[in-house]
């Protein structure tokens, strides 16, 4: 069996202590029972976390310093067929050596789809 998905998502609002991001829910990320994958919906709470510790710079390809995950924790609490997802991601810690992020995603009726924590550590 050959599978294959697109993901695409855009961020909406970038600030030192916040990201927004929003990702259309569309065929490429949808599961046999019509929803979103729950990887797709993780994927997209993950990378809006790691866009908010990584700050100002730019990702860079083996970059030192960038902001690896080395635990998630999440609580699919929701789903949706169409429409979009909204991602906000917060800093519970940040720090030097490690931070923590908290990323709520929304659905369009306001309800949640997503509690996510992240913890980042940068990398050698």
């Given at each position: 069996?050959?599978?294959?998905?697109t993901?695409?998502?855009?961020?909406?609002?970038?600030?030192?202590?916040?990201?927004?991001?929003?990702?259309p829910?569309?065929?490429?990320?949808?599961?046999?029972?019509?929803?979103?994958?729950?990887?797709?919906?993780?994927?997209?709470?993950?990378?809006?976390?790691?866009?908010?510790?990584?700050?100002?710079?730019?990702?860079?390809?083996?970059?030192?310093?960038?902001?690896?995950?080395?635990?998630?924790?999440?609580?699919?609490?929701?789903?949706?067929?169409?429409?979009?997802?909204?991602?906000?991601?917060?800093?519970?810690?940040?720090?030097?050596?490690?931070?923590?992020?908290?990323?709520?995603?929304?659905?369009?009726d306001?309800?949640?789809?997503?509690?996510?924590?992240?913890?980042?550590?940068?990398?050698?």
């Amino acid at each position: 069996m050959k599978v294959a998905g697109t993901i695409e998502f855009e961020i909406i609002e970038q600030a030192v202590d916040k990201v927004v991001g929003r990702m259309p829910v569309q065929e490429g990320i949808l599961n046999p029972y019509g929803t979103a994958h729950a990887g797709a919906t993780l994927w997209f709470a993950d990378v809006c976390a790691t866009v908010l510790a990584l700050g100002a710079a730019d990702a860079e390809k083996g970059q030192s310093g960038f902001p690896l995950a080395i635990n998630l924790n999440a609580n699919l609490l929701g789903n949706q067929r169409e429409g979009s997802f909204l991602a906000t991601s917060v800093f519970v810690k940040k720090g030097r050596r490690l931070s923590v992020v908290r990323t709520t995603v929304i659905g369009d009726d306001g309800r949640i789809i997503a509690d996510v924590t992240t913890s980042h550590v940068p990398a050698a």
